[in-house]
């Protein structure tokens, strides 16, 4: 089995674990939504794009688990092994937290499953050192989205990421409409006199 992958001719760029970067499951998010978006299905070539995604400690850790199983890993077991060597204790996964932020191609939904699953384990210490000022921060690379979180000043946490979820939503939305009209216009553009005919019998 060949245990490497061209990255070039990629649209997105391969999310990379290791060295600096030992968040495991953002890795694993925007690895799997990687795969689908290049429409990897080959569990062999998957395999061989996730060794590509790992660097330093984290390519042997796979790798010595790849020989160890004697077989081709899929991304949930690679995740696990790696999430078993990078565990994280109270401290650690303090200080990932306040330095958390979401990732380009990652949607709020993702980041706040991050988010929270940190803020969970977190002891009542730590979370009451915490504030949503520093969730805020964490999203501030999605300028319209944090404003709004802002702007809601809302008293938890939990709360600011049902309001980023929500503004994304409705950004969502937006843009559908938005694919929605330019195609009705380019009807309107191909069949004017039937659609203005229609648009004029209902009162448009």
């Known amino acids: 089995m060949k245990m490497s992958s061209n990255r070039e001719g990629r649209k997105i760029p391969l999310p990379i674990i290791g ?16 795969l689908k978006m290049e ?6 070539e998957k395999f061989q794009f996730i060794l590509a995604g790992t660097v330093e400690e984290a390519t042997q850790i796979v790798s010595d688990k790849f020989v160890e199983a004697n077989r081709i890993l899929n991304l949930e077991e690679c995740r696990d092994i790696l999430l078993e060597r990078y565990h994280l204790n109270e401290d650690e996964r303090f200080r990932e937290l306040k330095t958390l932020i979401i990732m380009p191609n990652e949607s709020v939904r993702e980041f706040n499953d991050r988010y929270l699953d940190y803020y969970c384990q977190l002891s009542t210490d730590n979370k009451a050192k915490l504030s949503v000022y520093d969730y805020e921060n964490s999203i501030r690379s999605r300028t319209d989205i944090y404003e709004k979180v802002a702007y809601e000043e809302a008293k938890t946490i939990e709360a600011a990421c049902k309001i980023a979820e929500k503004v994304e939503r409705i950004k969502l939305g937006s843009r559908s409409i938005q694919k929605g009209r330019k195609f009705n216009n380019n009807n309107i553009q191909n069949n004017y006199p039937f659609i203005s005919r229609y648009r004029s019998n209902q009162n448009f």
């Open 39 to 44: 429409k990897v299905t080959d569990d062999e």
């Open 19 to 34: 060295g600096n970067n030992k968040n495991v499951k953002a890795w694993y998010i925007l690895m799997k939504n990687w």
